[in-house]
């Protein structure tokens, strides 16, 4: 009855950085800029050539992963950015709430859309002739449609339990973001409940794809293994070996980062790697399918034309006149 609860936490962000501050303050908001540009880039292209090249399924599902990429950054960089500025910053409990329910729900969002995505490049290598029957725009909207709805109902069963945990102090995280664990660890109640549900659909949801993942892709590797041509093998393989490489940095650094770093590594690595997954991936994403898909190249570069012509064109306008 005499407890005095908390009703705001004090995140710290990157500790001794002292006359580095300005410099990392500006290569982050450099590195958020270029993810912004180049995840609007990627849905702007998507949208505006729906009837052209790509209008194909596997952009479809690319510009929904380029929505998740762009909220995720989003959800975590500005505050990191101003509490690198402040050196500490006080956030509001249902604030801190807040943003672990919407970065727990992005980050599974986007693992489900990568199975998603591998479940497209699997039916179109592995049974082409049938591709635009299984893969069809209503089949596209359900699976697109189930994984933001699981991802975000999985997310609010684990934001409740936590918000009924008691918080008496102290309130200090020791992190850029409001994450689980440091939470659960500032909790004056007995967390055990909150543990094993998140472990019961949280860990489910995040690591399901991957097992996913693993096996359409090994039904991917032996179907190009049997093409009898080397170019034919090329082919198949460089049309999934953008998603390849998007889902090998992404769940590289979150099996290290929550499966096998233990609670006695320092807490200067697990920033790092949350770094990677929050800040580097979302960044990565576009570019990866920007520079190896020639279909994303050409709209782009139309798109340019297109601004050059009209640019052109106002220019002469305005001398007429």
């Known amino acids: 009855m005499n407890q005095t609860f908390v009703t705001q936490f004090i995140l710290l962000g990157f500790q001794n950085l002292d006359s580095y501050r300005i410099v990392v303050f500006l290569v982050f908001l450099v590195l958020y800029i270029v993810t912004v540009s180049g995840n609007l880039l990627i ?46 910053v006080s956030v509001p409990i249902l604030g801190c709430f807040a943003q672990l329910y919407l970065f727990g729900a992005l980050a599974t969002t986007e693992c489900l859309l990568l199975a998603v995505m591998s479940y497209d490049r699997y039916v179109a290598i592995c049974n082409p002739l049938r591709y635009s ?23 609010l069963i684990t934001i409740l339990q ?42 489910p949801a995040t690591f399901a794809p991957l097992i996913y993942i693993s096996a359409t892709y090994t039904a991917i590797f032996m179907a190009i293994l049997r093409i009898p041509t080397t170019i034919g ?10 998603h390849l490489t998007v889902v090998s940095i992404y769940y590289g650094t979150l099996v290290v ?20 997954y929050t ?30 012509r ?5 220019d002469a306008s305005k001398e007429s006149i």
């Open 233 to 242: 093998r090329q082919k198949a393989f460089y049309t999934c070996s953008s």
């Open 162 to 203: 936590i918000y009924r945990l008691d918080f008496c102090g102290p309130n200090i995280i020791d992190h850029f973001f409001c994450d689980l664990a440091p939470l659960l660890q500032l909790s004056c109640s007995d967390t055990t409940f909150v543990e094993i549900q998140n472990l019961f659909t949280g860990l």
């Open 279 to 308: 800040v580097l991936t979302p960044m990565l994403n576009p570019i990866i399918y920007s520079l190896r898909n020639k279909e994303i190249k050409i709209a782009f570069w139309k798109l340019v034309t297109v601004e050059q």
């Open 310 to 314: 009209a640019s052109l064109k106002l």
């Open 43 to 88: 849905i702007s292209l998507v949208s505006m050539n729906q009837s052209q090249s790509l209008s194909s399924p596997m952009y479809f599902f690319l510009s929904h992963l380029s929505t998740c990429d762009l909220l995720l950054t989003t959800v975590i960089v500005p505050l990191m950015l101003n509490i690198i500025l402040k050196v500490k």
């Open 257 to 276: 980062a929550y499966l096998f770093l233990s609670k006695d590594h320092p807490l200067d690595v697990h920033k790092v790697l949350s770094l990677l």
């Open 133 to 155: 029957l299984i893969i069809n725009l209503h089949r596209c909207f359900l699976m697109v449609f189930g994984s933001w709805f699981l991802s975000f109902s999985v997310m």
